[in-house]
């Protein structure tokens, strides 16, 4: 399988936005969605977004309710993650991965570093 390979997140300031981007070729068929989490220095991976590849549905954590939105081009067999109002603590490595069928995140990527200076 071609590796999940994030994109677009860089240093921004308090207020920007940013849309990171996870490229899934082939994965739909085998795959039930993707998954956004992210891990801040020093603190566990959490949870950020999850939508389902035929369904559409949308799961947001609670800290990036309002602010992000997570989409999917079926076409290109890609998830955004678009973030707006970026805040100091959404400063994290942002990991994009598989959901499979059973509920379980088990193809990631390298991660995209998202730095948000106040």
């Known amino acids: 399988q071609v590796p999940l390979v994030e994109s677009g997140g860089g240093l921004v300031q308090a207020g920007a936005s940013l849309r990171l981007s996870c490229p899934a070729p082939?994965?739909?068929?085998?795959?039930?969605?993707i998954g956004w989490f992210r891990q801040a220095p020093e603190k566990e991976r959490e949870f950020v977004a999850r939508i389902g590849w035929n369904s559409g549905a949308t799961l947001y954590a609670d800290s990036g309710k309002g602010r992000f939105t997570i989409s999917a081009d079926n076409a290109k067999d890609t998830v955004y993650l678009q973030m707006e109002s970026l805040k100091p603590e959404d400063t994290a490595v942002y990991y994009c991965?598989?959901?499979?069928?059973?509920?379980?995140?088990?193809?990631w990527g390298q991660g995209t570093q998202v730095t948000v200076s106040s």
């Open positions: 991965a598989t959901r499979g069928s059973s509920g379980v995140y088990d193809s």
């Open positions: 082939r994965r739909r068929s085998s795959t039930a969605g």
